[in-house]
Nanobody, 122 residues
Framework: VQLQASGGGLVQPGGSLRLSCATS????????FGWFRQAPGKKREGISC????????FYANSVKGRFTVSRDFDENTVYLQMNDLKPEDTAVYFC????????????????WGQGTQVTVSS
């Protein structure tokens, strides 16, 4: 199983980025995919999740209304569209796959991709 996160970069406050999480080796249709982030000196934070079996989505309050999670079944890829980015969004972002009972708890995921750095700064 492989999860490959990409799409991070440097963006000004108010800008947008789209992260991708390309997957292989798992039954994409059945899994839930979470997005997490970790800023220096801070705990890992669950920010979004999409459950592919029913399409349900979840967001942390810190990103609700600004971030949108989606998936492409043809590409076996999950996306995180991030709009109106703020300096406090600066972190390494990770995608994860699993069958979480509580979507925001990282330990409930089975597979993790490498992180992609997002820096929001003027």
């Amino acid at each position: 199983v492989q999860l490959q996160a990409s799409g991070g970069g440097l963006v000004q406050p108010g800008g947008s980025l789209r992260l991708s999480c390309a997957t292989s080796g798992l039954n994409f249709d059945r899994y839930a995919f979470g997005w997490f982030r970790q800023a220096p000196g801070k705990k890992r934070e669950g920010i979004s999740c999409i459950k592919n079996h029913d399409g349900s989505t979840f967001y942390a309050n810190s990103v609700k209304g600004r971030f949108t999670v989606s998936r492409d079944f043809d590409e076996n890829t999950v996306y995180l569209q991030m709009n109106d980015l703020k300096p406090e969004d600066t972190a390494v972002y990770f995608c994860a796959a699993g069958f979480p009972t509580i979507w925001a708890i990282g330990d409930e995921y089975d597979y993790w991709g490498q992180g992609t750095q997002v820096t929001v700064s003027s």
